[in-house]
């Protein structure tokens, strides 16, 4: 399904990581499709061979400190399932998500924690993405919570992640004066993600692809 895509100032009045997909100006996929062509994609990022699982000390690799300003909060739900592999792609998503914002609201200038979570078509879309916020001179701030994250992992080095995320409350500011530019709620505040993860040899789980459906009815309140 295409959809128009936004202008930068439209797109500007959501958060930055409702924004920050591959269909952020091409087409949304629905979610089952999507997962399956994520989950095959060759994403040029993948080992020769699969690497043995990291050991305890690989596993708490030198991640990198991910800060975020006063006024925005970002909240993901269901981050304990039990299961420590799917456990770890669901704090290294979480890392993820906060790196992006963290680039864009200038806690983290040199985009550090962005180069370190993402990696192939995901690391140019948040190049991207965080480029457009600077060229208007804005930030992110508010609240977005993230909900609904589920896990398939496929291997030991490969992880399908879907989750939604509620942007209701998330909005762009300018950063010279301040203002904030609230928009109304609608469903279109609600989206649906998929991505793709994949582990290196540090045992991070890099996000190599993202994909996302803007009004998804499994999103809405």
């Known amino acids: ?32 499709k999507g997962k399956d062509k994520i989950a095959n994609a ?6 020769s061979a699969s690497p043995t699982p990291p050991s305890s000390s690989t596993a708490a690799a030198d991640r990198p400190k991910v800060e975020l300003p006063s006024d925005l909060k970002l909240t993901f739900e269901g981050a304990e399932t039990g299961d420590s592999a799917e456990d770890a792609v669901l704090a290294d998503n979480a890392e993820r998500m906060r790196a992006v914002d963290a680039a864009i609201a200038g806690t983290d200038p040199e985009g550090k924690a962005l180069r370190f979570y993402n990696t192939g ?21 508010g609240q977005v919570r993230y ?47 998929n991505t793709r993860l994949d582990r290196n040899a540090d045992g991070v789980w890099r996000t190599s692809q993202i994909l996302s459906t803007r009004g998804a009815a499994q999103c809405q309140p």
């Open 1 to 32: 399904m295409n959809r128009r895509c936004p202008t930068l100032l439209a797109a500007l009045t959501l958060t930055a990581t409702v924004a920050l997909t591959l269909s952020a100006c091409g087409s949304d996929e629905k979610s089952g």
């Open 147 to 193: 909900f609904d994250r589920e896990v398939e992992l496929r291997d030991k080095t490969s992880a399908v992640l879907t989750f939604c995320a509620d942007e209701s409350k998330g909005f762009s500011k300018d950063k010279k004066t301040g203002k904030v530019a609230k928009t109304p709620v609608t469903k279109n505040s609600y989206v649906q993600y």
């Open 121 to 141: 078509k995901a690391l140019e879309a948040a190049v991207s993405w965080v480029g457009q916020f600077e060229k208007a001179n804005a930030t992110v701030t």
């Open 42 to 47: 060759d994403t040029g990022d993948k080992p």
